[in-house]
Structures are given as structure tokens and as C-alpha cells.
């Protein structure tokens, strides 16, 4: 919302505080369907051909390393509520996506994959070699989210039997691995720090991102977390956003890190809504020009949102990392502004 009144859905944002539940199921079950699908023929399968036909490994290296599967059957779990499947699945794809980066690392008596190596594997260039989609989204939920479950299964049971072959090889250490695991499962804000800097290089990505917020950010391998969809706003010289969640703290934790202290307070939430050009002069000390509109942006259990904040002046030489690393997790919900980089001493 600006100023005042409703945000950009037209809702208001007033409700009493309490737990939210998933209150689209379909979106975030969709929103897991097609993520994996991406990470499954993009990222997985195309990577495993890509190493079978180069010789790097082989079948039977495949076959040997295969544990089986893991973890009792879909119809045998047991859920503490109505969100816990979904809840269920969505974790599951994020582990998917940070063991196919973990396996990620440079490979010994490998030559480097070419970008275009990988596109031709998968099938970009020529429909003979696509790897198919499995035709997930069909039927009720509950047999959607059951199918999910069988394939993610597959999945990992892949991932770990191609994990296995590489270690079997020697291309790949266990200590390598654990420590590429380390680093992934680090929370913080630096996956958001990376979708802005990318934004700011790439024109086209910058779109992608404020149209398609998760279909963009998956680009980059992060993991999508918890969300049904990824809202985007982006900060211009008339518009000034800002990020609120009150109903709780729903917060893209995967994506910004954990969120500060105040933004879990009543007295943010409550002020944010009712007075927010005020209130971000007085919490966070950031005046803002009159001409300049504040948006307040309601973060919930299916839509979470974060600010594309503006790209600092004195920063055309600065490369992707260079730029990332100015990002501050303050800016990546409004909080604060980006300031030019310090000259050296």
C-alpha cells in the first residue's frame, strides 16, 4: 500500500495476530511442481548424463552406489496439521537444490563444463535430446503432493547414488562436499544480496524478477524456501518500499537470512501500517524526500516480499560479487538505502 490505504492486491492490512496456515495450497504444491521439474532436468539429470557420457563416471558406478530408498512411505506419515505436506515437500525441494549444489565443486582429471555443454545435454538446442517432463499437476491435491513426494524420492535417491559414484571415482572428496554443504547451509542474507547485484548487471533478469519473482531467483540455484510466490518491489528515485508482516513474521528466510528484531515487534508492524514515512525516519533514521511515495508491502504465509533496493552511484566498475557485497540486509526490505562504495584510504 502507499501512504494510506490498501496495498497493491487491494487488501487491507489489518487482521487479528495469530499462527496463518497456507491459505493457497494449490499455488505453493504448483509453485514446488514446477521448481522441480527446472532443478530436475536442468540441474540433476543433465549434470548425471553430462559426467555418463564424458566417462567421469559410469552405470555401474551408479548402480553401485545406490542405497535404496529412505524414510517411511507417503501414505504411512503422520502430520501435525493441514500444512504439514506441503510443508513437507517444500523442504524436500530445498534439499534437492542444495545437494545438486553441493555436489557442484570442481572434479579431479575433469575437464571444466562449459555453459553450453550442459545446454546441449539438456536438450536446449535440439528436442531429440530433452530430457521430458513428468507431467506433474494433475489430479486432486492430495494425490499432487503424493506424486511430489515419489519423485522427490527418486531424486535424491539419484543424487546421492551420483554423490557416491563421484566419491567412489576420487573426483570429489567427502571433505570438499561437507564443506560446500557448510557453506550452503550458512543463513544469511546473501543469496538476496545475489539476486540484486544480479539485477543490477542484467536488464533482462531485472524483468524476470519483478514479473516472475521465484522463476527468476531459481536461475541462480538458490533454493526457494518456504513461499507460494515471491513478491519483488523495486525502489525508484519517486518510490520508496517497504517490507511488513502483521499477521506474525512470515519472512523469505532462505532468501534474506533471518529477519532483524524489530521487524517481529508489534510496535514496528503496528506503526509501519498506520504512519510509514514516519516511522522509517524514526526506527531506522532514513528521511526520505517528500515527492518520494512509501509503499508498505504485507508479507503472509503465501506471498513473501522483498525490495530491489536502488544501485548506488560510483559503482559502473564493480563486478557481480563486488556489487553483492554492498547489499546490506536492512535494504533488502526497505530499511535502509544502499550507500556508494568508500574510496580507499
Known amino acids: 500500500m502507499d501512504d494510506h490505504g490498501p496495498n497493491a492486491a487491494g487488501e487491507h492490512l489489518h487482521a487479528a495476530p495469530g499462527h496463518v496456515h497456507i491459505h493457497a495450497p494449490d499455488a505453493h504444491v504448483t509453485a514446488v511442481e514446477t521448481d522441480f521439474e527446472y532443478f530436475r532436468r536442468k540441474r540433476l539429470e543433465s549434470r548425471v548424463l553430462h559426467f555418463l557420457r564424458r566417462g567421469v563416471i559410469t552405470f555401474a558406478d551408479l548402480l553401485r552406489a545406490d542405497a535404496g530408498p529412505v524414510g517411511p512411505a507417503w501414505e504411512e506419515r503422520a502430520w ?76 535424491h535417491r539419484l543424487l546421492d547414488a551420483f554423490t557416491g559414484a563421484l566419491l567412489a571415482r576420487g573426483r570429489v572428496t567427502g571433505e570438499q562436499i561437507r564443506q560446500r554443504r557448510e557453506q550452503l547451509e550458512t543463513i544469511s542474507h546473501h543469496n538476496g544480496a545475489r539476486i540484486v547485484a544480479r539485477a543490477w548487471l542484467d536488464p533482462e533478469f531485472r524483468q524476470r524478477l519483478l514479473t516472475t519473482g521465484r522463476a527468476a531467483v531459481r536461475e541462480l540455484d538458490i533454493p526457494p524456501g518456504k513461499l507460494g510466490r515471491l513478491g519483488v518491489a523495486e525502489n525508484t528515485d519517486e518510490v520508496h518500499n517497504i517490507v511488513v508482516c502483521t499477521l506474525c513474521s512470515c519472512y523469505p528466510h532462505d532468501l534474506l537470512g533471518n529477519p532483524a528484531w524489530w521487524y517481529r515487534t508489534d510496535e514496528y508492524k503496528q506503526r509501519i501500517v498506520a504512519q510509514p514515512r514516519e516511522t522509517i525516519r524514526d526506527m531506522f533514521g532514513l528521511e526520505l524526500s517528500g515527492h518520494v511515495k512509501v509503499r508498505v508491502h504485507d508479507s503472509t504465509s503465501d506471498v513473501r516480499w522483498m525490495v530491489l533496493p536502488q544501485r548506488p552511484p560510483g559503482t559502473d566498475d564493480l563486478d557481480e560479487d563486488a556489487l553483492a557485497a554492498l547489499v546490506t540486509a536492512d535494504s533488502l526490505v526497505g530499511a535502509a538505502v544502499i550507500e556508494p562504495p568508500r574510496p580507499p584510504a
Not at 570442481?106 to 538446442?125: F, N, Q, S, V
Open 80 to 155: 501435525a496439521d493441514a500444512d504439514g505436506p506441503i510443508r513437507h515437500v517444500e523442504d524436500e525441494l530445498d534439499r534437492l537444490v542444495r545437494g545438486i549444489a553441493a555436489v557442484t565443486v570442481p572434479h579431479a582429471g575433469a575437464a571444466p563444463i562449459a555453459i553450453d555443454d550442459t545446454r546441449k545435454e539438456r536438450g536446449d538446442y535440439d528436442s531429440f535430446f530433452r530430457i521430458t517432463t513428468r507431467g506433474l499437476g494433475q489430479g486432486s491435491l492430495a494425490e499432487r503432493l503424493a506424486a511430489l513426494d515419489a519423485e522427490l524420492t527418486d531424486a
